[in-house]
């Protein structure tokens, strides 16, 4: 970002396509070696794109999209967060849907900043714990949310893609503060 200001805002229609890029590339980057890379080269920005414009359009407000824009560089990542899925069953905790940045922009603190947000707006709004899903072999993503306060809770989910195995492992962040 090179000192550019970060501004963390709601997702907009017009910025479906710029975050299909965002998601598309990143998990092209962040899932190399651990999802099959045929996957990885099929996956199509502009489908994309069409099911984010659908979902946003058609939402129903649970859902919380925001992008991270600096100045002069345009959309730099994304997050979606909303109530906990537990199965079909929504509870009142919070759930870290998707993270993702622009590959060139690991490292510079939009994840930090996106992420810190997310949480901010999940307790603002009274949930007690916030989940998040992750890869159980993306190491990188895994230190990430430990240094933000998750921690793996034991909880692991079976995850395919192309026939492959890829198993995810869910991490839990208290949000309120225990009352006393």
């Known amino acids: 970002m090179n000192g550019d200001r970060l501004d963390i805002r709601a997702m907009t229609a017009d910025d479906c396509d710029r975050v299909a890029e965002i998601r598309v590339r990143g998990w092209q980057h962040a899932y190399r070696g651990l999802v099959p890379q045929p996957y990885l ?4 920005v502009a489908a994309d794109a069409e099911r984010h414009r659908e979902r946003l359009l058609r939402g129903d407000g649970r859902v919380v999209n925001l992008v991270a ?3 002069g560089g345009g959309l730099t ?3 979606a967060f909303g109530p906990y899925r537990d199965g079909d069953v929504l509870t ?3 759930e870290l849907y998707a ?3 622009r590959p060139e922009s690991v490292g510079h603190g939009v994840g930090r ?3 810190t947000e997310a949480v901010r707006r999940c307790s603002a709004a009274g ?7 992750v890869l159980e072999g993306n190491t990188r993503a895994r230190r990430f949310y430990e240094r933000a306060g998750f921690a793996a809770d034991g909880g692991e989910e079976p995850f395919e893609v192309d026939g492959v195995a890829v198993p995810e492992v869910r991490y839990a962040k208290d ?5 006393g």
């Open 41 to 44: 080269d099929g996956l199509d």
């Open 69 to 71: 824009e600096a100045d």
């Open 77 to 79: 990542g994304w997050a």
């Open 92 to 94: 009142g905790d919070a």
């Open 99 to 101: 993270l993702y940045l």
């Open 113 to 115: 900043a996106l992420l």
């Open 127 to 133: 949930h007690a714990r916030m989940y998040l899903w």
């Open 175 to 179: 949000l309120l503060a225990p009352r």
